[in-house]
């Protein structure tokens, strides 16, 4: 069985993960998580035998600030985010978790749901095994992993029911098998 620990320790193998992490709580983002592909695409780099940054083409962040819903404050964060990254080979995104209802639809073609926090965000990722999230804490890296751990190291990808875009799954999915030949995607 995988442990939390197992998928920080292999996580931070990207040395862009730890650098981001160090940084987050000097941003002033609330509810601010690492997510995304740069979390389980190191993991499935490092079991593949690759350097843990590669395919990453960008490093995802998630806040969740519903005092200001606006484009122009979500700008500002990315601005913020470019500067504190600059020189570092990497591009950093965010998105306001708080706002995303107010975009998705429009530009996915499905309706989503107003959220009341990150984590929540991370539910809704197209790929089920991929939900996850690191938050810095005082005590260490914090993840957030609502459906554990063994499909991600198992290589198993599955539609997501809280996100069931299902031409978009197979699609991402598709994309991460050209990359990662072992993983199988589940009907």
């Known amino acids: 069985m995988v442990s939390p620990d197992d998928f920080i320790r292999d996580a931070l193998q990207n040395s862009h993960n730890q650098r981001i992490l160090r940084q987050?709580?000097?941003?002033?983002l609330p509810d601010a998580w690492l997510v995304a592909g740069c979390l389980f695409q190191t993991v499935w780099n490092v079991r593949s035998g690759q350097p843990p940054d590669a395919h990453i083409?960008?490093?995802?962040?998630f806040y969740f600030d519903p005092t200001d819903l606006s484009e122009a404050a979500e700008t500002?964060?990315?601005?913020?985010?470019?500067?504190?990254?600059?020189?570092?080979?990497?591009t950093v995104e965010a998105k306001n978790q708080a706002r995303v209802h107010t975009w998705y639809e429009d530009f996915f073609g499905f309706?989503?749901?107003?959220?009341?926090?990150?984590?929540?965000?991370?539910d809704r990722f197209l790929v089920l095994c991929t939900c996850v999230g690191l938050k810095a804490a005082d005590s260490g890296p914090e993840l957030y992993a609502p459906n554990g751990l063994g499909d991600l190291y198992r290589g198993r990808l599955?539609?997501?029911?809280?996100c069931n875009h299902?031409?978009?799954?197979?699609?991402?999915?598709?994309a991460y098998q050209e990359r990662w030949s072992w993983?199988?995607?589940q009907p």
């Open 76 to 90: 500002e964060v990315n601005a913020r985010l470019q500067s504190c990254f600059a020189g570092q080979g990497i």
């Open 57 to 61: 083409k960008d490093y995802d962040l």
């Open 24 to 28: 987050l709580p000097t941003l002033g």
């Open 166 to 174: 299902l031409l978009l799954f197979k699609n991402k999915a598709k």
């Open 158 to 162: 599955s539609p997501n029911p809280m």
């Open 183 to 185: 993983l199988q995607i």
């Open 111 to 122: 309706p989503y749901p107003a959220l009341n926090s990150s984590r929540e965000g991370i």
